[in-house]
């Protein structure tokens, strides 16, 4: 076979609560959008007749996952035909002994990836997938592949659900070195775990982590999507990979923040917001606006009335107050210890001062100068 096709994702996270969202109809919505996607990347897999559907790990969210989202992912995967499933499970659906890996009759065509002494052998692709991790052991797993004999004859794959080029901490799971995988001989790395998209590359391997289709929190900011590509010979018998990043994530999460310094009243506030040209709502997407700046003592932001304000702008919003206290920095010009000190140096500044900005980050310089002195911290 001169080439081998596949598309890559990982991270679906099927069934995941979304409880964060705090609203169970989007919550709902949220988990049906996971199962959409799930269906339109194989849709694309089955219409573009690809050879290899490659599912990098948190497939599922093992806790929370149902039967009948199972069983209706059994049946999408048992109609492609000519295409081979490989599945590699992750730390959100582990390999254990109830795990639907183990009591769901799986297709024929559907790989689930378990053990890294055994090599997938895809005769009809000329394809052998390995494996590490499954079950924890990156280090033994790759002390195992490491052994092997990687032919060139026919295209490598490894798939590997776990955290690159990290600190070899507990909390990263299944860590390594990038420099390592590469040391195997690889044609393609499929990656998965983090949520973001990560291309590694060198002379003769490509290894990428596609990051979650669908992005599922404020964390994971930015487009989303899926890898699709393919493993070729060229016409002087040397191997090629190609693989592109296919955007596909249908809603978006944003993080924001507003100065709203000076501002008395909450209409202001919204007067901001409308005025702001960096903040732009969509009702399809996900909001976390967070106010920042110094605002008067005698006002705090109603959140729940700013919120019902925005609501109906977006998909979902949050908001977070973190503004500090307005000092009157006046009342210290006739302070004679060091506050006092402090504020008419940066006045004295401030009036020999041309530039308009400069003015601006002086008057912010004495607001945390004195709220690092009456509060003995910084917000």
């Known amino acids: 076979m001169k080439q081998v096709s596949f598309i890559h994702t990982a991270d679906i996270h099927l069934d995941a609560p979304f409880s964060s969202l705090g609203d169970k109809e989007k919550a709902d919505i949220r988990r049906q959008e996971l199962e959409d996607g799930l269906k339109n990347i194989i849709d694309r897999v089955r219409i573009q007749n690809v050879d290899l559907l490659i599912i990098s790990g948190d497939f599922f969210e093992d806790s929370h996952i149902r039967g009948s989202t199972i069983i209706g992912v059994k049946n999408l995967f048992s109609e492609l035909y000519g295409t081979e499933v490989i599945i590699i499970p992750g730390n959100h659906d582990p390999l254990k002994e109830n795990s639907f890996y183990h009591t769901i009759g799986w297709g024929e065509n559907v790989h689930i990836l378990t053990d890294s002494n055994q090599v997938l052998f895809l005769k009809k692709c000329n394809t052998c997938i390995y494996n590490m991790g499954a079950i924890g052991n990156v280090a033994g797993d790759f002390s195992n592949i490491k052994e092997k004999d990687i032919s060139a004859d026919t295209f ?55 990051g979650s289709p669908i992005p599922m929190g404020f964390d994971e900011e930015g487009v989303h999507g899926f890898i699709q590509g393919k493993i070729m010979y060229t016409d002087d018998n040397k191997k090629l990979v190609e693989a592109d990043f296919v955007p596909f994530s249908s809603r978006n999460y944003y993080n924001i923040e507003l100065d709203v310094t000076g501002c008395n009243r909450n209409e202001e506030i919204i007067q901001k917001l409308s005025t702001d040209d960096n903040i732009n709502f969509s009702n399809k997407d996900l909001y976390s606006l967070t106010l920042r700046g110094f605002i008067p003592k005698d006002f705090t932001p109603d959140i729940k009335y700013l919120m019902e304000l925005l609501k109906n702008k977006c998909f979902y919003v949050r908001i977070k107050n973190e503004t500090s206290i307005q000092f009157d920095y006046e009342q210290y010009l ?46």
């Open 334 to 379: 006739e302070d004679p210890g060091i506050k006092g000190e402090f504020v008419r140096m940066l006045m004295d500044m401030q009036e020999n001062e041309d530039s308009q900005d400069r003015k601006e980050i002086l008057y912010m310089a004495i607001q945390y100068g004195l709220q690092a002195m009456e509060n003995n911290r910084v917000d």
């Open 156 to 210: 490598n794959i490894l798939v590997f659900h776990g955290t690159i080029d990290m600190p070899f901490e507990e909390s990263n799971y299944n860590s390594i070195g990038s420099k390592d995988i590469f040391e195997l001989g690889m044609d393609y790395v499929a990656l998965g775990h983090m949520h973001n998209y990560i291309r590694f590359q060198n002379r003769t391997s490509l290894m990428i982590n596609p």
